[in-house]
Nanobody, 130 residues
Framework: QVQLVESGGGLVQPGNSLRLSCAAS????????MGWFRQAPGKEREFVAA????????YYVDSVRGRFTISRDNAKNTVYLQMNSLKPEDTADYYC???????????????????????WGQGTQVTVSS
């Protein structure tokens, strides 16, 4: 099992940046794929970004590609989401998620890394407004 705690959210103006952090506790953090999801009021939770167990492979939803960067520091048991050039439509609660690294056949696949996750943090609010 893994427990996840997000931090770093807040209120920013369009065009500015935020870095979200997700601190994990539990055994074998490096054995987990990690993802970021977001949910705005009245909307479905959507995939934002994912990173493989070793940080080599990353995927992003089209709307954030080129603006957001997911990374991880396994020594610190932490995954990050660097968000640049923020837009009002990025406003949402952001959730960190974790699941097993996968098998050698799927652990780097887009389908697996974007797919269902098993463990979730409580979320951190990001508001982008002028």
């Amino acid at each position: 099992q893994v427990q996840l705690v997000e931090s770093g959210g807040g209120l920013v103006q369009p065009g500015n940046s935020l870095r979200l952090s997700c601190a994990a506790s539990g055994r074998t953090f490096s054995g987990y794929a990690m993802g970021w999801f977001r949910q705005a009021p009245g909307k479905e939770r959507e995939f934002v970004a994912a990173i493989s167990w070793n940080g080599v492979v990353k995927y992003y939803v089209d709307s954030v590609r080129g603006r957001f960067t997911i990374s991880r520091d396994n020594a610190k048991n932490t995954v990050y989401l660097q968000m640049n050039s923020l837009k009002p439509e990025d406003t949402a609660d952001y959730y960190c998620a974790a699941k097993g690294a996968g098998t050698p056949y799927n652990r780097y696949s887009e389908t697996y890394l974007k797919g269902p996750y098993d463990y979730w943090g409580q979320g951190t609010q990001v508001t982008v407004s002028s």
